[in-house]
């Protein structure tokens, strides 16, 4: 299936596995549960993992492997493991490599599902967290402790559209012995790849714009080959596993990725500079507007901005909740990464169990909205976001 020496367009549509007696130009759905052995000895190798091949869709399946190997080239990696969901990917990762009194340094900055695992979940197994201020990387070794095992961050962050440096990232992991884990679900395989700055594993929720139609769930941790292989092992245990439908889906997604993600990121880019301009808007962050805090460094790792906007509206939360009412083109859901346009209030929704304290921690203001920027006629998403706003 190897296409390493292709650009990554050609990656995406051309890495698939070897065809079957039939012949077909697209890969089948190998909708089995489980494979058959030729006779004992072939039985015994292959639970020996003496033979490196299908047992059981638990542990592998054919569709699973081509989803998992489109992503390790698109990233760089060496081996990869597909989950069930996002979540799947983020909790199993942690859970493999991390022992009872390890600690984590994780940016601030982190999806609400991830914070709950790190402040609600593993300290039940004395696992621990500490949260650095994403606007300021200067503070990061100061957190670093004996027994700190991982260096975790999203970057864009979610919702607020912060950039971490990556490179920095990679450095302080490196000086200090760290396993540095980038999610890198905003940004995509297409936009950035956190290995090349010295990232040991990248976690995507495949349900955003991998898929990018909002139809099933996914996710995936591709990296080095030692971690992935506790992962592995982990993963076939505890039963995380990516369905071969959702992985046939997914794998048929990355095909058009490159060519959706150039478009949602030229229409997103489009609806920044409306914003901006806008009187009932404070201010604006998309990575790729020159008033972004982290500009440079956005321009530096990344190829293009992404398609998420993050704005502040005038007057708070109940501006926020008032411009939802008035939405009439695009979708209101806590997804993101769609076709379609998609704008969410996180502190009356996704975030309004944190206090205004906690929400101000991580960059989410009373008036925040997210923008997930989708494939409409730019135009015309422009036109509601304005009757909206006005």
Known sequence: MSNQNLGLETQAIRTQLERTQYLEHSV????????????????????????ERNIYSRFSNPNTSEFVEKICQMEGAEDGYAFATGMAAVYSTFAALLNSGDHIVSASSVFGSTHTLFTKYF?????????????????????????TKILYAESPTNPAVDILDLELLGKIAKKHNLILIIDNCFATPYIQNPIQFGADLVIHSATKLIDGQGRVL?????????????IYLFSRNTGPALSPFNAWVLSKSLETLPVRIEKHCENALKVADFLENHPNVASVKYPFLKSHPQYEVAKKQMKFGGNIVA????????????????IKLCS???????????????AST??????EEERLAVSITDGLVRVSVGLETVQDVINDLKQALE
Do not use: C
């Not at 996704?350 to 206090?355: D, E, N, Y």
């Open 28 to 51: 089948p759905l190998y909708l089995t549960s489980s494979f058959i052995f030729e006779d004992a000895e072939d039985m015994r190798a292959s639970f020996a993992e003496e033979k």
């Open 350 to 355: 996704t975030h309004s169990k944190l206090t």
């Open 123 to 147: 300290p039940k197994w004395n696992i621990t967290t500490s949260y650095f201020d994403v606007n300021k990387p200067e503070t990061i070794e100061s957190f670093i402790q004996l027994n």
């Open 311 to 326: 704005f502040e509206i005038k007057g708070g939360i109940e501006s926020g909740r008032k411009f939802l009412d008035k």
């Open 218 to 230: 996914g996710g995936v941790t591709v990296g080095r080959s030692d971690l992935i292989s506790e």
């Open 332 to 346: 209101l859901s806590a997804n993101l990464g769609d076709t379609r346009s998609i704008v969410t209030h996180p």
